[in-house]
């Protein structure tokens, strides 16, 4: 470890202390909710609040100041973070994903750039290889147009994945603002405050401590490389989810005893066809939330035992468990919300806010049922090597 490394861990957050900080501002978090969908951005009242908190080091490594939450605790941290305010909680798990893995990446020179002591920076991130890096003295040059940054408009830094031909792979590259154009595209059904614009380069230049490879590891443990692209990012998506969905069956439980609708004089609290839906709705959601968490644990001790990938079928058993658990909490919201009524209907309503965002969660690359495809085919060749 360099000098570097161990100042930056000296006075790093506990998670309990990040915990403690997002509990005591989380009124304020909730009020700026709708705000960020008026404004289809994040206000940097927000991004204020997100620093100030230091949600984003909640996965950085031990080894650079941060938190190293395991897979399976993540589910819950940014589960609590979507459930007070979606903007703040997607803008959470893709800004703590991608700080922890430069935490884990970055060499020393970029890490004390990126993450000196103290520093809690907010990274926006693309990891669509959709531009272009070339070898020049000192660095890289870099064109190309990326698409769903999601909090790059009160960012700190881009980080946008590349392709580059020396040495030939992928290679991810950290632009300032001044580096970068934000195009003002992001009109969307869902997720309305993200701000996940496109941004585009053209000849920007990054110096070497300001690049790494997603494939080569210098810090930190399994998580970052061990268990896939999905394994990392699946806790906090499948998180965002949850707490969406967890804020939408409270506020559906709160009106229900005195929502009534029109020709019928029963509260619909007083229907049991109601309270079944709202006891199968909650079931679901903490049936998902276990059945992943069994899963990422089960991951990140086979990655540690063996020190070493996961094999093919237990990263296909791990991400049908991400994908699977989205679906499952997609459904049962999709379910309950008839009952809320018309008055749901109202963009002021955190009803509909939830539905949309929670739908709109499940159309990340992560969270694709494709993954029970890769499952179900492991499932039979598992069959044909026991035959």
Same mark, same amino acid.
């Given at each position: 470890?360099?000098?570097?490394?161990?100042?930056?861990?000296?006075?790093?957050?506990?998670?309990?202390?990040?915990?403690?900080?997002?509990?005591?501002?989380?009124?304020?978090?909730?009020?700026?909710?709708?705000?960020?969908?008026?404004?289809?951005?994040?206000?940097?009242?927000?991004?204020?609040?997100?620093?100030? +908190?230091?949600?984003?080091?909640?996965? +950085?490594?031990?080894? $650079?100041?941060?938190?190293?939450?395991?897979?399976?605790?993540?589910?819950?941290?940014?589960?609590?973070?979507?459930?007070?305010?979606?903007?703040?909680?997607?803008?959470?798990?893709?800004?703590?994903?991608?700080?922890?893995?430069?935490?884990?990446?970055?060499?020393?020179?970029?890490?004390?750039? +990126?993450?000196?002591?103290?520093?809690?920076?907010?990274?926006?991130?693309?990891?669509?290889?959709?531009?272009?890096?070339?070898?020049?003295?000192?660095?890289?040059?870099?064109?190309?147009?990326?698409?769903?940054?999601?909090?790059?408009?009160?960012?700190?830094?881009?980080?946008?994945?590349?392709?580059?031909?020396?040495?030939?792979?992928?290679?991810? $590259?950290? @632009?300032?603002?001044?580096?970068?154009?934000?195009?003002?595209?992001?009109?969307?059904?869902?997720?309305?405050?993200?701000?996940?614009?496109?941004?585009?380069?053209?000849?920007? =230049?990054?110096?070497?401590? @300001?690049?790494?490879?997603?494939? $080569?590891?210098?810090?930190?443990?399994?998580?970052?490389?061990?268990?896939? @692209?999905?394994?990392?990012?699946?806790?906090?998506?499948?998180? =965002?989810?949850?707490?969406?969905?967890?804020?939408?069956?409270?506020?559906?439980?709160?009106?229900?005893?005195?929502?009534?609708?029109?020709?019928?004089?029963?509260? +619909?609290?007083?229907?049991?066809?109601?309270?079944?839906?709202?006891?199968?709705?909650?079931?679901?959601?903490?049936?998902?939330?276990?059945?992943?968490?069994?899963?990422?644990?089960?991951?990140?001790?086979?990655?540690?035992?063996?020190?070493?990938?996961?094999?093919?079928?237990?990263?296909?058993?791990?991400?049908?468990?991400?994908?699977?658990?989205?679906?499952?909490?997609?459904?049962?919201?999709?379910?309950?919300?008839?009952?809320?009524?018309?008055?749901?209907?109202?963009?002021?309503?955190?009803?509909?806010?939830?539905?949309?965002?929670?739908?709109?969660?499940?159309?990340?690359?992560?969270?694709?049922?494709?993954?029970?495809?890769?499952?179900?085919?492991?499932?039979?060749?598992?069959?044909?090597?026991?035959?």
């Amino acid at each position: 470890m360099s000098d570097s490394t161990a100042m930056a861990a000296t006075g790093a957050p506990r998670i309990e202390s990040i915990y403690g900080a997002l509990n005591e501002h989380a009124a304020e978090f909730e009020a700026l909710a709708r705000e960020a969908e008026t404004e289809r951005r994040p206000p940097e009242a927000l991004a204020a609040l997100m620093r100030k +908190v230091r949600i984003p080091l909640s996965k +950085v490594p031990h080894a $650079v100041g941060g938190c190293e939450l395991a897979p399976a605790q993540q589910i819950d941290f940014f589960a609590r973070i979507a459930y007070l305010n979606p903007t703040a909680g997607w803008l959470a798990f893709n800004q703590s994903g991608v700080l922890g893995l430069l935490g884990a990446n970055l060499p020393d020179e970029g890490i004390e750039q +990126v993450l000196p002591p103290g520093a809690c920076p907010l990274v926006a991130a693309v990891s669509a290889p959709t531009g272009r890096s070339e070898k020049v003295d000192g660095g890289y040059t870099v064109s190309g147009r990326w698409s769903y940054a999601s909090g790059v408009t009160c960012a700190d830094y881009a980080f946008l994945m590349t392709i580059c031909p020396d040495p030939p792979g992928p290679l991810g $590259v950290l @632009l300032r603002p001044d580096q970068f154009e934000l195009h003002d595209d992001w009109n969307v059904a869902a997720l309305q405050g993200t701000g996940s614009l496109d941004v585009s380069a053209e000849n920007a =230049f990054v110096p070497d401590a @300001l690049t790494c490879s997603p494939l $080569v590891q210098n810090r930190g443990g399994s998580q970052y490389s061990r268990i896939g @692209l999905r394994g990392y990012v699946g806790g906090e998506n499948l998180g =965002f989810s949850l707490g969406v969905a967890q804020r939408m069956v409270h506020e559906i439980a709160r009106m229900a005893p005195s929502k009534k609708r029109v020709l019928d004089p029963t509260p +619909v609290g007083d229907r049991g066809a109601f309270q079944q839906e709202l006891g199968r709705a909650d079931a679901t959601l903490r049936a998902a939330r276990a059945y992943a968490m069994d899963e990422f644990e089960r991951a990140i001790a086979i990655a540690d035992s063996a020190e070493a990938q996961l094999s093919p079928q237990d990263t296909a058993r791990l991400d049908a468990s991400i994908g699977f658990a989205t679906e499952s909490i997609i459904q049962a919201t999709v379910r309950l919300f008839p009952y809320a009524g018309a008055g749901a209907l109202h963009l002021s309503s955190p009803i509909q806010r939830c539905l949309r965002d929670v739908i709109g969660s499940g159309q990340h690359v992560i969270a694709t049922n494709e993954t029970l495809d890769a499952w179900g085919k492991a499932l039979m060749e598992q069959a044909a090597e026991a035959q």
